[in-house]
Structures are given as C-alpha cells and as structure tokens.
C-alpha cells in the first residue's frame, strides 16, 4: 500500500461511524437497489448483500416480481420490493393491466419510497428493457431533484450514454465502468472525436488518469470510478488512485460488491454530514464523495484478494460477499474505543 493511498484511507476513516448507543434503526444507511429482470437475480443480490454485510442498516432491492421471487429466497435479510416492470410480450399485452405497462405509473411507485432512503444503486441486473430503462430514467431525475446520492453500473450506464443530461452536472451520482463500458461512454459523450486518441487512444501521449478526468469534465464534473488494473476516481478536478492488490479471477458480479460497498460509504457520508456523531468535522463535504468511493473500490479490491486467496480460479461472486466484513477490518477497522468514548 502507497503513502498516498494510506493518507487517504486515514481520510476515508472518518467517515466511518463508531456504533454508539443512541443510534436507532436506519440512521446508519438505507440502500436500495434497482435492478433485478427476470434474467439477472444474481446482480442485485450481491450488490444489496454487500451493503448489508459493510454495515447500512436496511439493505432494499427493487426489482420485478419474477425477480423477486427468486431474490427473497436467497436471503431474508434484505428487503425486496416488486415494484418494477418489464415490457409485456405481444402474447402477454393483452392481459397486462395498464397500470403495469404505463412508465410513469410504474416509476411513481418507485419514486414515492425515495423519502425512506438515502443511497440508490441502479443497473445490476436491469437488462435493456425499454420500461425497465425508462423507469430508472424517470427514477433517477427524481432522485437529483432530490439530491440523493446514486451509484450507476451495468446496464444504467446505457441510460446516461442515451440521455447524457440526466446527470450533466450532478454531483451526487458516480458512475462505475469497467473498460468495455468506460470505452461505450466515451464514445456516447464524444461522438464526433472531440478529444482526439478516444478511450483508446495513445496512452504514451497521456497519462493514466487524463481520459476519466476529460469523461467527468464533459459530463460537468459527476464522479467516475473507471476500473481496471487500477481504479481511478475523477470527479474532473481531483483524481484518486486505489491501487491495492487484488484478485487475479475476473467472475461475473464482483462489479456488483463494488456498488454496494460504495453505497454504504455514501449513507455513512451523510450521517457524518448530519453530525450524527461527535467527529469534529475535519473533512470538507467536496471531498467526502470521492472519499466514500475510494472507501468502496478499495474493500472490494481486498474482498477480491481474500477470496483469491482461499478460492483460487474457482472464485466466485458469493465470496467476495463472505469477505465483505474482513476486508473492512483489514482496509478500515472499527473506530477505537477512545474515539467512541470520547464521543459518548
């Protein structure tokens, strides 16, 4: 580990809650997930599981009710909501009520449970369904007006390369692409080659970071965490590196451990900028967002290197869950007991 990346976990750090007594039920984080079609169950599970097992208090998905079926008997720790749709087959169109086919219907649903959270992933496990992309689309412009933090992954990325302004300058949501979607985004922003090279361009001509800090500039400065060997975090202006080791297996869902870890680090940012506790406000609220994603990126890089560890090649998406809670400790670590004594 750098002395760069220590400096800034050491930052990271202050986000993180001590677990005091007179805190109650959902002041610690409510995340929800929206995502989940009736192909991709998986996607949503890890994401919520992961925020659950970081330490949010109540850990949401909403998904569709195919989806959701299968989703509740993988756990029943997490909460699972019905609440989205899909488009009905032109078999099914004729017994579909209108209510289940009418986006705004659908997404007003949604939207009314955004008083009760404060962190939405949307994309793991969404698919390319038109209802299902136009109600997270309708979901995400309600959430801005809101100012609600929100994570972007998988297929909700296909939503910002469609409508770019939706989040032109919102600086609540982060948007995490790997190197096939980082690639899509690009050309999605610069569709003419406005910046010459793309994202595949001469890499000797640039530095590492340049083309995620040009992706945030173009999109007025939301935050994006472009993955690979490295993670790089740019909101356009600050640029942060996560460059601990981690697994050499590359499985479907480990994506989704990083959206959920991310989540939780943003609802502890809120409670640390509602001074639910005692921690002396060292952090300025600018930095406090990238700070929460390179607290996620850097317990999922650990969660992927434990689990190599003790897997090897048979490394699954399941455990980087299991080794959720042990990379916390290793990267962040509970709040000393002087610090939460000093602050009962």
Same mark, same amino acid.
């Given at each position: 580990?750098?002395?760069?990346? /220590?400096?800034?976990?050491?930052?990271?750090?202050?986000?993180?809650?001590? %677990?005091?007594? =007179?805190?109650? =039920?959902? @002041?610690?984080?409510?995340?929800?997930?929206? $995502? $989940?079609?009736?192909?991709?169950? &998986?996607?949503?599970?890890?994401?919520?599981?992961?925020?659950?097992?970081?330490?949010?208090?109540?850990?949401?998905?909403?998904?569709?009710?195919?989806?959701?079926?299968?989703? =509740?008997?993988?756990?029943?720790?997490? %909460?699972?909501?019905?609440? %989205?749709?899909?488009?009905?087959?032109?078999?099914?169109?004729?017994?579909?009520?209108?209510?289940?086919?009418?986006? !705004?219907?659908?997404?007003?649903?949604?939207?009314?449970?955004?008083?009760?959270?404060?962190?939405?992933?949307?994309?793991?496990?969404?698919?390319?369904?038109?209802? %299902?992309?136009?109600?997270?689309?309708?979901?995400?412009?309600?959430?801005?007006?809101?100012?609600?933090?929100?994570?972007?992954?998988?297929?909700?990325?296909?939503?910002?390369? /469609?409508?770019?302004?939706?989040?032109?300058?919102?600086? !609540?949501?982060?948007?995490?692409?790997?190197?096939?979607?980082?690639?899509?985004?690009?050309?999605?922003?610069?569709?003419?080659?406005? @910046?010459? &090279? $793309?994202? !595949?361009?001469?890499?000797?001509?640039?530095?590492?970071?340049? *083309?995620?800090?040009?992706?945030? /500039?173009?999109?007025?400065?939301?935050?994006?965490?472009?993955?690979?060997?490295?993670?790089?975090?740019?909101?356009?202006?600050?640029?942060?590196?996560?460059?601990?080791? &981690?697994?050499?297996?590359?499985?479907?869902?480990?994506?989704?451990?990083?959206?959920?870890?991310?989540?939780?680090?943003?609802?502890?940012? /809120?409670?640390?900028?509602?001074?639910?506790?005692?921690? &002396?406000?060292?952090?300025? !609220?600018?930095?406090?967002?990238?700070?929460?994603?390179?607290?996620?990126?850097?317990?999922?890089?650990?969660?992927?290197?434990?689990?190599?560890?003790?897997?090897?090649?048979?490394? *699954?998406?399941?455990?980087?869950?299991?080794?959720?809670?042990?990379?916390? @400790?290793?990267?962040?670590?509970?709040?000393?007991?002087?610090? @939460?004594?000093?602050?009962?």
């Amino acid at each position: 580990m750098s002395s760069t990346t /220590k400096g800034v976990l050491n930052k990271v750090r202050q986000l993180v809650p001590p %677990m005091l007594e =007179k805190f109650h =039920k959902g @002041q610690l984080g409510r995340v929800a997930v929206i $995502g $989940g079609s009736e192909d991709y169950t &998986g996607a949503p599970y890890f994401s919520a599981m992961a925020s659950a097992r970081l330490g949010c208090d109540m850990s949401h998905i909403i998904c569709t009710p195919g989806a959701g079926a299968v989703i =509740k008997t993988y756990s029943p720790n997490l %909460m699972v909501h019905p609440l %989205m749709r899909q488009s009905p087959s032109p078999a099914q169109a004729s017994s579909t009520p209108a209510a289940d086919k009418d986006v !705004e219907q659908v997404s007003g649903r949604i939207i009314d449970m955004l008083s009760r959270l404060h962190v939405l992933v949307i994309g793991p496990g969404l698919g390319r369904d038109p209802l %299902m992309q136009d109600t997270c689309a309708r979901v995400m412009a309600a959430a801005r007006e809101r100012k609600m933090p929100v994570v972007l992954d998988a297929d909700a990325l296909a939503i910002v390369i /469609k409508s770019p302004e939706l989040v032109m300058g919102w600086r !609540e949501v982060v948007l995490t692409p790997n190197v096939v979607e980082f690639g899509r985004l690009w050309k999605g922003v610069f569709p003419d080659g406005e @910046q010459q &090279g $793309g994202a !595949e361009g001469d890499k000797e001509a640039k530095s590492e970071s340049a *083309q995620v800090e040009a992706l945030s /500039k173009a999109l007025g400065g939301v935050t994006i965490i472009q993955k690979g060997g490295k993670d790089f975090i740019s909101n356009g202006e600050t640029t942060l590196v996560v460059d601990l080791v &981690g697994g050499l297996k590359r499985s479907g869902g480990q994506g989704d451990t990083l959206t959920g870890s991310i989540a939780t680090l943003l609802a502890w940012r /809120k409670a640390y900028l509602d001074g639910l506790w005692d921690h &002396g406000g060292q952090l300025k !609220e600018a930095e406090t967002l990238s700070l929460a994603a390179f607290g996620g990126a850097a317990i999922t890089r650990e969660c992927s290197r434990l689990a190599f560890e003790k897997h090897g090649r048979s490394l *699954q998406a399941s455990d980087l869950t299991d080794q959720v809670h042990i990379a916390f @400790q290793n990267i962040l670590g509970e709040p000393t007991r002087t610090r @939460q004594a000093t602050h009962l």
